[in-house]
């Protein structure tokens, strides 16, 4: 079954002005129920982009081993850590037992009544009473119906007992393996113009790496968090009324959803100002923080669809599933093959013109130009000639005499005269053309892109050369015969 939705026409005219309901994170969460090893890669991967998270925390959070929590090995406060285990040991069907869909439907009565009861002063921070709290939570759970607007119970009752099912629960909404992980989260700052790091939160980053975070939570714990989260954010719009500022909710909230179970403030020392600055940031932003960020989107479609369309960042690299490949745009590829053919048509044509030009320098008389057009032809061993194959002993560079008599020697009795002064000459006509025939082959052997045209213009340049180039060595040559 690889289609992935179906599509149905619907002739009702009554249904189709009905909105269409479209969830970005479809593949998301298809990838993460299907092949949760290769999502949990995926998600890790850009958190480890993000913070910095040493071997012995990268494995607690993948699981791979327990979490080394604080206050574990110490010896301090175990009087109240005994005692906070103790009352955790009476499990019910809802309190005390670990987090499932069950205890979740049951819970989220107490939220939705909260919901329409978010004026009450002192909201979560004023205790209720222990006489109603205990009715209800025995009606929690025994599994049966509670009719919270009957007025028998009050906000302040509710919203204790919600707070007490967050702490009996065996350990915190946020789980203990991501505790370092939200340590790390709490430091990540911006930097100024020099790269020095400030006191400045970064915000962007710090959203980014809670929703990485919040994406490999287990269901039940992301579920439960977002109905709270959106709670407390409700609760803080309404601080005019409630006195409760996301902050303050954050004080309330931080030592059940986030501190690990058995330790106490005296365990976590200078963590706990991060710790409720994290809570309190989470409350803030929690309207952002459950969706999956635009590359982990795209990550996910494209390891269903196979879609070539690369519309993501450097992060979409990451994926490495089987079924992930390259990525590169048709349109590229087309591009990029008419452009191999016309370097290869060209290189060819120019290679062809060369080798010509060199069997005829190759077929001269024996002379002093000839040695000196082969000596050119082999400083250039990306010409491609049949010279390249044929051995020269290279021989001392011969000067000119530019003198009176040295040109009356030349004319009477025709042959050159050698001189052993050491200055250099301007470079002759041949010299010159062969350079600029080998910058051309250089230039048409290069990868760069070029158009129809300027190939065109390319290639009558260079047949111009070699016909110039061949018509100078022939007069050359019927002038020494």
Not at 70 to 79: D, E, I, L, Q, R
Not at 356 to 371: G, I, Q, T
Request: proline share 6%; with cysteine; net charge positive.
């Amino acid at each position: 079954s690889d289609a992935i939705c179906n599509f149905v026409i619907c002739n009702d005219s009554s249904l189709r002005s009905q909105p269409i309901i479209f969830n970005p994170d479809f593949f998301v969460e298809k990838l993460r129920h299907e092949k949760p090893e290769v999502f949990t890669e995926l998600v890790v991967s850009n958190i480890t982009r993000l913070i910095d998270l040493p071997g012995a925390e990268l494995a607690q959070l993948m699981g791979e081993e327990d979490p080394k929590l604080p206050g574990a090995n110490s010896t301090a406060s175990g009087f109240f850590r005994s005692l906070m285990s103790l009352k955790r040991k009476e499990k019910g069907v809802v309190f005390g037992s670990p987090l499932t869909e069950e205890g979740i439907a049951q819970v989220s009565q107490l939220i939705e009544y909260l919901h329409k009861n978010l004026r009450a002063e002192g909201l979560f921070r004023v205790p209720g009473n222990s006489i109603r709290q205990q009715i209800l939570k025995d009606a929690l759970n025994s599994g049966t119906d509670i009719d919270l607007d009957s007025g028998e119970f009050h906000s302040n009752d509710v919203a204790t007992l919600l707070k007490m099912f967050l702490g009996e629960l065996p350990e915190p909404l946020l789980t203990h393996k991501h505790f370092h992980a939200h340590l790390k989260i709490a430091d990540l700052t911006l930097f100024d113009e020099k790269g020095n790091k400030t006191s400045t939160p970064d915000k962007e980053r710090q959203i980014e790496a809670l929703q990485l975070l919040f994406l490999i939570l287990p269901a039940p714990n992301r579920s439960l968090l977002k109905l709270l989260l959106d709670l407390l954010y409700q609760t803080a719009k309404k601080q005019d009324k409630n006195k409760m500022s996301a902050h303050n909710l954050a004080l309330m909230f931080a030592p059940h959803i986030l501190w690990p179970r058995n330790v106490t403030a005296n365990d976590l020392q200078e963590n706990i100002t991060k710790l409720n600055n994290g809570v309190t940031f989470m409350i803030k932003h929690s309207q952002k923080l459950f969706k999956a960020p635009a590359y982990i989107r795209e990550c996910a479609r494209l390891h269903y669809l196979g879609s070539r369309a690369h519309t993501s960042k450097d992060d979409l690299d990451l994926l490495t599933s089987p079924g992930s490949k390259e990525l590169q745009p048709l349109k590229s590829q087309k591009r990029s093959r008419l452009d191999t053919c016309h370097q290869e048509e060209t290189q060819q044509r120019t290679e062809e013109a060369l080798k010509e030009l060199f069997r005829h320098v190759h077929n001269m008389p024996d002379s002093a130009k000839k040695k000196k057009l082969i000596r050119q032809f082999n400083k250039h061993p990306t010409a491609l000639t049949p010279g390249s194959d044929v051995p020269t002993s290279p021989a001392p560079r011969r000067t000119r005499s530019r003198s009176f008599s040295g040109l009356i020697k030349r004319k009477v009795l025709g042959t050159p005269v050698i001189l052993e002064r050491k200055s250099r000459d301007a470079t002759p006509e041949p010299e010159r053309v062969s350079k600029e025939n080998v910058h051309l082959l250089q230039k048409c052997g290069s990868p760069a892109h070029m158009c129809r045209a300027k190939v065109k213009s390319l290639e009558g340049r260079k047949e111009e050369s070699c016909r110039r180039m061949r018509a100078h060595l022939l007069s050359k040559d019927s002038s020494s015969l």
